[in-house]
């Protein structure tokens, strides 16, 4: 996660409608969210359009400040997702080694047992 985008999102009239009224959450991306700001542009529903995305991109893509602020935001969120909850041995594998010892923990293996294999058909 590094270089810059744009968040789009359109779902049918009556699902939107639906989350508006459950979902309430300032922002939609998962880097806005992590973030607790607005860090990538959201074209959400009727915003989403080509005109709009090209209004977006034509600020994000040739070099210059607002290119620059993002990846520094962007770079700034990667290392929240790298730092480690708790020392110990799960500070080197980062956010996903992190949520492995707790989905382990939670089905009750122990670190040192190996979990089920997974097999992809």
């Given amino acids: 996660m590094g ?8 779902v049918s009239p009556i699902t939107y409608a639906i989350a508006k009224r459950v979902v309430t ?3 939609v991306a998962m880097a806005n969210l992590i973030a607790g700001k607005r860090v990538v542009p959201e074209l959400i529903q009727n915003d989403f ?9 034509d600020v994000l893509l040739p070099d210059g400040p607002p290119r620059q ?3 520094q ?4 969120l990667r290392g929240m997702l790298r730092a480690p909850a708790h020392s110990g041995p799960s500070e080197t594998g980062g956010a996903i080694a992190r949520v492995a010892e707790v989905t382990l923990e939670l089905l009750g293996t122990s670190r040192g047992a190996r979990a089920p294999e ?3 058909h």
């Fill in 49 to 57: 359009t080509a005109s709009n995305i090209v209004r977006q991109l």
């Fill in 25 to 27: 959450v300032p922002h």
């Fill in 3 to 10: 270089n810059p985008f744009v968040v789009v999102y359109r």
């Fill in 69 to 71: 602020s993002m990846m």
């Fill in 118 to 120: 997974t097999v992809l």
């Fill in 73 to 76: 935001e962007l770079a700034e």
